[in-house]
């Protein structure tokens, strides 16, 4: 049967129906949350090896189907045999290769320092603090303005297990072997020659685990194939990463489409030089020495996509980047450890040489995640573009004003305000962040502030709110805004929500959730702190109408209900510890660099929100009964049949968030 299945419609079946709804695993750590990933190892995956076993004329289709040979990994020596294989059988092909070395499990400890606080600005201006008490007020905004100028899971390993393919690519045999993934815990930095040559400071010795030479002949490998290259994904030690772009920069990518950089260590930085570098009275001076990205990216004009993670580029100008951001499609920045504030970007040059040169072109989908100083995204320099699809930002602070007080700051800023002042982003993601809403006509209270928050979003399709604290008040003391109150009108453009902690109120939630008829995938987390309780039973009532013998239902459209809990519960002890346990929702992100406890079976343990329910036996019941009711419903044609999912909040975490909604 095999023989006489056409080849074309084979390698599309496997590719389409086996190999694609895998797509979703991931390269990045949990740490990176909000990073998307589709760069999958296709001939690395258990199931493509487990079809090349069936027969020797499926291998040698496999084998010569550069579909599944596209993206070359490579994360230790048994792995670059494979890809060497690879690039002989498909020469001149556009490859995207991944280089990738894990971190030193013991990096952190060089900023783990009892009795210092990690976020020490020293005397930084700063507008607001954690608290409701530093609102940000409009006369304090217009002050800031005018100072301004205008990691693999153990689940991944099968990636690398990958001496198997090449051993039976030039015989089209498919025996297999287990190659594990080799790293190194050895250190290495330029010889001084390679730094003069380079123009690199004196590194600090980059760790990665034992054996780290197979990263040089993997360097040195790819090397022929870079002008080719459609894609080059790095994640490396810092000095590596100068070494490779380096070295490639000799010979240029010109059909370079996306890339990524990622420094996986601290580059023998420490806590004193954080703390130097907070109380410097010139915090540009104490930036690392400037990377050979430009050098590296001079030659790519067709690039669209880039990602920086934990990696220094110089941005106090747009031309300093490296890159042209102005071209970029999709643009990622994460600087999430402790030394954020040294090699990431400070915060006066973010609006000037990234966030406003990227949307007043083409980018689509930008990411932000930047825990540098005091930083803060205002919502009247990010209306009235509309090839915005995508709009994701981490740590920091996100500021919220009505059309009408954001037309007034931007004409003010000298900011061109033309008919179109509208949000046309259809995805908005925050994670970690403070929003803050200086009001001057209405003021929203606890129970309306995600509405008011929504209420000029009407092309919003995808939400994702994660540990965000959202305070409002006054612009000004003097004062006194009318309560607000929501409109009745629908919002039927939004499809995905995702509420995961912060200090939302489940009330509402619930009343925006009666506005989204269309909502497709709900997401959110039991608290102990505000119950989940209503939102469930609300999804369980009907409202029947006697004239028309019909049902209405709450989200007649919702596919998926998941809930986030912290643990399994001991339905003993639950009830008694509840209240000894229940404290306000906690900000997660302060805990992104510790590690994460484990319990006595070796599964994570979530510290990062001590408000988040274990989940108990009675809750399972009644959420899984809400499930079979919406399936009697949906025979009816009242609504479509549901499903619940329990989902622990740390593993919901570690992966990419769209992909576990």
């Not at 076993?53 to 020596?77: E, K, M, Q, S």
């Not at 201006?125 to 990691?151: K, L, P, R, Y």
């Not at 498919?174 to 330029?190: I, L, P, Q, R, Y």
Request: glycine share 4%.
């Amino acid at each position: 049967m095999a023989q006489d299945l056409p080849a074309e419609i084979f390698h599309r079946m496997i590719f389409n129906f086996l190999l694609v709804p895998q797509t979703s695993q991931r390269i990045f750590a949990s740490d990176y949350h909000l990073v998307e990933d589709r760069q999958v190892c296709h001939y690395a995956l258990c199931d493509f090896k487990n079809v090349r076993l069936v027969c020797r004329l499926w291998n040698r289709w496999l084998l010569h189907d550069f579909d599944f040979w596209r993206h070359l990994r490579v994360d230790g020596a048994n792995s670059l045999i494979v890809a060497k294989d690879a690039m002989t059988r498909f020469p001149g092909y556009p490859f995207h290769i991944r280089i990738r070395a894990d971190p030193h499990p013991n990096a952190k400890k060089m900023f783990k320092d009892d009795g210092w606080f990690v976020w020490d600005f020293g005397d930084s201006d700063s507008n607001s603090d954690d608290s409701n008490d530093g609102f940000i007020t409009d006369s304090a905004e217009e002050e800031e303005e005018g100072d301004s100028d205008g990691v693999d899971t153990p689940e991944d390993d099968d990636e690398s297990e990958d001496s198997d393919t090449s051993s039976s690519s030039n015989d089209e045999a498919s025996t297999e072997s287990d190659g594990g993934t080799e790293a190194s815990d050895t250190s290495k930095s330029f010889e001084e020659d390679d730094i003069t040559e380079t123009g690199m400071g004196l590194s600090a010795r980059a760790s990665v685990a034992e054996d780290d030479e197979w990263i040089d002949d993997a360097i040195i490998l790819f090397m022929t194939i870079i002008p080719t290259c459609e894609g080059i994904h790095l994640h490396l030690p810092t000095q590596f990463l100068h070494t490779a772009l380096a070295f490639w920069g000799f010979f240029g990518a010109p059909k370079l489409r996306s890339c990524t950089f990622e420094a996986i260590d601290y580059d023998g930085r420490n806590v004193l030089d954080l703390r130097r570098y907070n109380h410097s009275a010139n915090p540009r001076d104490h930036k690392p020495l400037t990377p050979p990205v430009k050098w590296f990216l001079k030659k790519s004009p067709l690039l669209s996509s880039v990602s920086i993670i934990n990696y220094y580029v110089p941005s106090a100008k747009p031309e300093d980047l490296g890159f042209d951001v102005t071209q970029l499609t999709d643009f990622t920045m994460v600087y999430n450890r402790q030394d954020g504030p040294i090699v990431g970007p400070m915060s006066i040059d973010v609006d000037r040489s990234l966030l406003l040169p990227a949307i007043s072109h083409e980018c689509r989908n930008i990411t932000l995640d930047l825990r540098i100083d005091p930083y803060a995204v205002d919502t009247y320099k990010i209306r009235g573009y509309r090839n915005i699809e995508k709009l994701a930002l981490g740590a920091g602070h996100f500021i919220y004003r009505p059309y009408s007080q954001d037309r007034k700051h931007a004409i003010k800023t000298q900011i061109d305000v033309g008919e179109d002042f509208d949000f046309h982003f259809r995805t908005l993601v925050l994670a970690n962040t403070k929003v803050w809403i200086p009001v001057r006509k209405e003021l929203p209270t606890t129970e309306t502030m995600l509405q008011f928050f929504l209420h000029e979003m009407i092309n919003l399709e995808s939400l994702y709110l994660m540990s965000v604290e959202i305070h409002s008040g006054p612009a000004k003391p003097t004062l006194t805004p009318a309560p607000y109150a929501p409109p009745d009108t629908s919002l039927p453009n939004l499809t995905n929500l995702l509420i995961d902690g912060g200090n939302i109120a489940m009330d509402d939630i619930l009343a925006l959730l009666k506005r989204a008829p269309s909502l497709t995938r709900l997401t959110i987390t039991a608290k102990r702190s505000d119950k989940i309780d209503g939102i469930s039973t609300a999804l369980g009532t009907i409202q029947w109408d006697e004239d028309s013998q019909t049902g209405s239902v709450l989200c007649p459209n919702l596919r998926r209900f998941q809930v986030l809990f912290s643990d399994f519960a001991d339905d003993e002890d639950d009830d008694a510890n509840a209240d000894s346990h229940k404290q306000d929702d906690t900000d997660s992100s302060d805990d992104t660099d510790t590690d994460s406890d484990s319990d006595d079976d070796g599964n994570k343990i979530d510290e990062g929100n001590t408000d988040v329910v274990p989940l108990t036996t009675d809750m399972f019941v009644d959420i899984r009964w809400l499930e079979e009711l919406r399936k009697e419903w949906a025979e009816h044609w009242w609504c479509v049949p549901m499903e619940v999912k329990f989902t622990r909040r740390v593993h919901f975490h570690a992966g990419y968030y769209e992909d576990m909604m």
